[in-house]
């Protein structure tokens, strides 16, 4: 996942696999809803030879219907190190998951994301560790249903030799054998830079040098977080870099004809600090040349605070500030895990969520959507009954929309005993329905601290696909799938 850069969150949400602790006041949660029934969710099986989901990271899933999905993540193998694997949904039945098949002398291969363009083809993009120490980005291309072995993303001229880190962190296939991809790089100077690659017929070129603009500092430390493209070589994707004031500064960047440009600044909030703090972390694309990203900045007040910007007939608009629930902390702040939460089913009309901070030091989710252009002021996600608060690792994490004003949100939260569970909760119509709760595949209790909904998919006329992870009774992260 795309790391934040909240001074107060980036140290604390191991879902997004970084680490430390964050230890706040407990106190009474938001007032429960009444009762829902549960959604039964069912195991899925992983290779044999495999111990279970690495720290509950199963973080991609990608669906050309609510029966031809593709989900992927890293599972720990029983010998030992990670392995990087692809489960795939064909007319409705999960098959057994299958390792990706990496390069000789490569180890530790992890799955981050994927994108499907049809049934049968679709695109994985993770990360390996060679001979010499090094981790390399890799792609790796389903065609007619076959996967082949994984390749090495050919960096830009100026990467490190050693001491490589490159990672890839967001995925989009427009068309069979067309795609893009994005993600990050070390010079050796041990600058932190953005890369762009982009397959056409099938083949993938070397990758490029994301060009930043001209404040960047001379190590920019760029998280390029997600990309999103509506037809073959027509994309946009975000992130941000340092400048040479030491100032985080959130960036969109776009491709045309399978030409990458420079990345530009995003125009924030009239509210924002001179030192904003500004990134943004997920985006969707739903038309052409039409996109809308999700973020967060800090205003001249102190708060850390979501925004949304638009793109449209390929111009971003400034950003909007959207207005967090009445219990905000006075630093409000924001959190957004960088999966799929924000999805639109069409031009002004969007959803999204995240965690955030309350006046009482608890972590909340949150949802806020956008009817005919406007955006409301967020809400809190109501959770069910028993619950006591979201928790540090929960909230929103996912949403889907689809064309009639509905939505559906995934999301984790903490019960009485402070284990942590999974919900799904749909809105219609602006009104966000009573949640329910997921129940785990037999046996286990919890989601744990790093499981919870991942992927979420939904379709018209058709059940939402949802996958994730679980904390087994042996101890071990499983995976799970589940269809509302």
Not at 75 to 87: E, L, Y
Not at 107 to 128: E, F, I, K, P, R
Request: charge should be negative; include cysteine.
């Amino acid at each position: 996942m795309p790391p934040n850069n909240n001074p107060i969150v980036k140290e604390v949400m191991k879902r997004s696999l970084l680490t430390g602790v964050l230890i706040g006041a407990l106190c009474l949660g938001p007032s429960p809803a009444g009762a829902a029934s549960s959604l039964q969710a069912t195991a899925l099986s992983l290779p044999s030879g495999t111990s279970g989901v690495f720290e509950g990271y199963f973080p991609g899933l990608s669906c050309t219907s609510a029966v031809n999905c593709v989900a992927v993540g890293t599972v720990n193998q029983t010998a030992s190190g990670q392995q990087g694997v692809i489960v795939t949904e064909r007319a409705g039945t999960w098959l057994q998951g299958q390792a990706i098949v990496s390069p000789s002398g490569t180890q530790n291969t992890q799955a981050l994301n994927v994108s499907c363009a049809t049934a049968l083809s679709c695109t994985v993009a993770g990360t390996y560790v060679t001979a010499g120490q090094n981790q390399s980005a890799f792609v790796d291309s389903e065609n007619n249903g076959v996967w082949g072995t994984a390749q090495t993303i050919a960096l830009p001229a100026n990467a490190a030799l050693s001491s490589e880190n490159a990672t890839p962190h967001g995925t989009s296939c427009a068309g069979v054998g067309t795609c893009a991809v994005v993600g990050t790089y070390t010079t050796p100077t041990g600058a932190i830079e953005g890369f762009t690659d982009t397959e056409v017929g099938g083949r993938w070129g070397s990758a490029v040098a994301l060009t930043l603009p001209a404040d960047h500092a001379l190590n920019p430390q760029v998280t390029f977080s997600q990309v999103s493209c509506w037809t073959a070589g027509s994309c946009s994707a975000v992130g941000s870099y340092v400048t040479t004031n030491g100032v985080i500064s959130a960036f969109v960047v776009p491709s045309a004809k399978g030409h990458w440009g420079a990345a530009a600044p995003l125009v924030l909030p009239y509210n924002a600090s001179a030192y904003s703090g500004a990134t943004l972390s997920e985006i969707t694309c739903y038309a052409p040349a039409t996109c809308t990203a999700i973020g967060t900045f800090n205003t001249v007040t102190g708060q850390n605070v979501p925004m949304v910007a638009t793109m449209t007939n390929g111009v971003w608009g400034r950003a909007t500030v959207v207005a967090l629930p009445h219990n905000a902390s006075a630093s409000a702040a924001t959190f957004l895990w960088g999966y799929a939460g924000i999805s639109c089913s069409a031009l002004g009309t969007c959803a999204f969520g995240g965690n955030y901070v309350t006046a009482a030091g608890q972590h909340e989710g949150f949802l806020a959507t956008e009817q005919s252009g406007k955006w409301r002021s967020a809400t809190e996600l109501t959770l069910p009954a028993g619950a006591v608060d979201a928790g540090p690792n929960g909230g929103v994490i996912a949403v889907s929309c689809v064309k009639g004003n509905t939505c559906t949100a995934g999301a984790a939260y903490r019960n009485a005993g402070q284990n942590y569970e999974a919900l799904l909760v749909t809105e219609t119509s602006g009104a966000w329905n009573t949640p329910q709760p997921v129940t785990p595949p037999t046996g286990a209790t919890t989601v744990g601290v790093d499981g919870g909904i991942y992927g979420l998919s939904c379709f018209v006329g058709a059940p939402c696909v949802v996958t994730g992870s679980y904390l087994a009774p042996t101890g071990h992260y499983q995976a799970f799938a589940l269809q509302k």
